[in-house]
């Protein structure tokens, strides 16, 4: 299976990784990211890599097994990488939100309807409930709110109404004809007209934002002073929530004193003032937006150093 990980140049130009350090990629997915950033970190540098999906460990232990004991990987989520670390603070984290392309390749996860598989879409499948669950259990208008809120769909109704008619719907691509039929067919479309449909349950079943949330309000919590956090999202909502976290980590947004401070204590300056979209030819990469920031130096820290 070939990987081809997003963005790589501007992963490693604001990640940058050294020697000695220990950076954790909260989604390891196949370890194309965390190969690259083990090569650079050479020749001691550090990784923890952590996936909530237990399926795609060992593919990235398998292409990550030549760094030996330098690689650390877990099945456990991004959001819990501070227990998973004990207090222990790093010079780096990445988050690369969304779908990795084991899943997507896989047509038994359910993630694509280019072929029919079961209606799964479940990054973790120890956990309940699946994308079949979510679509034939839910009611016409939790469904409705669902694609409006999670696929931004502006005919959410209208599909919601034709699931409910067309219920059972247990593989993607019966999913992704009843949709296409009430959205009115492809004609003129330059994406399929499930795209979105399929995103919402998707989050909805994987509480994806929720994840998001978590993990870089965790990642801002385990970096030490010096150290950077770069996530990638991959469409709006992951992006707008991510510019909002990392944005107020930095004061930008934040209340100010009357000469212009900003009010409470700023931990981090931004690395990438907007999106940082890059110029990655590959499918994937086109909707990828990637966020940086850096946590200063600890004024306390710095303080006592001073006197000393």
Not at 197 to 226: C, K, M, S, W
């Amino acid at each position: 299976m070939i990987h081809h990980p997003v963005l790589l140049p501007e992963v490693l130009r604001y990640l940058a990784p050294r020697s000695g350090g220990t950076v954790v990629d909260g989604t390891v997915g196949l370890g194309g990211h965390a190969e690259a950033i083990l090569e650079a970190s050479a020749p001691d540098g550090r990784l923890v890599g952590l996936d909530r999906d237990a399926e795609v460990l060992p593919l990235a232990a398998a292409r990550l097994e030549r760094f030996g004991p330098r690689v650390r990987l877990l099945h456990a989520p991004a959001r819990d990488m501070g227990g998973v670390l004990a207090g222990v603070q790093v010079d780096g984290v990445l988050l690369d939100f969304g779908v990795s392309g084991a899943q997507l390749d896989d047509p038994a996860r359910g993630f694509s309807f280019q072929a029919t598989g079961p209606l799964d879409l479940r990054m973790d499948r120890s956990c309940s409930p699946s994308g079949a669950d979510l679509v034939n259990e839910v009611s016409e208008r939790d469904l409705a709110d669902l694609l409006h809120r999670y696929g931004e769909e502006p005919q959410a109704r209208r599909i919601a109404r034709a699931i409910v008619k067309a219920r059972p719907i247990e593989t993607t691509t019966h999913l992704a004809d009843v949709v296409a039929r009430a959205a009115g067919g492809r004609r003129g479309r330059r994406i399929h007209p499930a795209t979105r449909t399929f995103q919402a349950i998707r989050i909805a079943v994987n509480h994806e934002l929720e994840e998001v949330e978590g993990a870089l309000r965790a990642a801002l919590d385990v970096v030490a002073p010096g150290g950077r956090i770069v996530a990638i999202a991959f469409h709006s909502l992951e992006d707008r929530l991510s510019k909002q976290i990392l944005n107020r980590s930095a004061g930008v947004g934040a209340g100010r004193d009357a000469f212009g401070h900003p009010l409470g204590t700023v931990r981090f300056r931004r690395l990438t003032p907007r999106a940082v979209q890059g110029s990655d030819p590959h499918p994937r990469a086109r909707s990828a937006r990637l966020r940086a920031v850096e946590r200063m130096p600890d004024p306390t820290a710095e303080a006592a150093r001073s006197t000393t």
